[in-house]
Nanobody, 114 residues
């Protein structure tokens, strides 16, 4: 059974950093591109970032480029999203996504507020 479980969300002040993690199971993790999306209240899901398989090519939404970093640990079957200089408008539920299989995690809430 394919499963994605996010962790690391929370309530933080603007400008602070946060690191999200996604633990994968039930598939050959190293063979798949992994992605992060987010959904703010009342808005459509928004692409954040993705990372390819073994060559670790990465891509980012323009809004997070230079502040967010996606990494993966194939041995531990995890993908991480390091988020720096967070902004209030980035308050959202952040989801881990396996694009080629259409699998989503349950999400982790990130709230950026003073």
């Amino acid at each position: 059974q394919v499963q994605l479980v996010e962790s690391g969300g929370g309530l933080v002040q603007p400008g602070v950093s946060l690191r999200l993690s996604c633990a994968a199971s039930g598939f050959t993790f190293s063979m798949y591109t992994m992605a992060w999306y987010r959904q703010a209240p009342g808005k459509e899901p928004e692409y954040v970032s993705e990372i390819s398989t073994t060559d670790d090519r990465t891509n980012y939404a323009n809004s997070v480029k230079g502040r967010f970093t996606i990494t993966r640990d194939n041995a531990k079957m995890k993908v991480h999203l390091q988020m720096n200089s967070l902004k209030p408008e980035e308050t959202a539920v952040y989801y881990c996504h396996l694009p080629t299989r259409g699998i989503w995690g349950q999400g982790t809430q990130v709230t950026v507020s003073s």
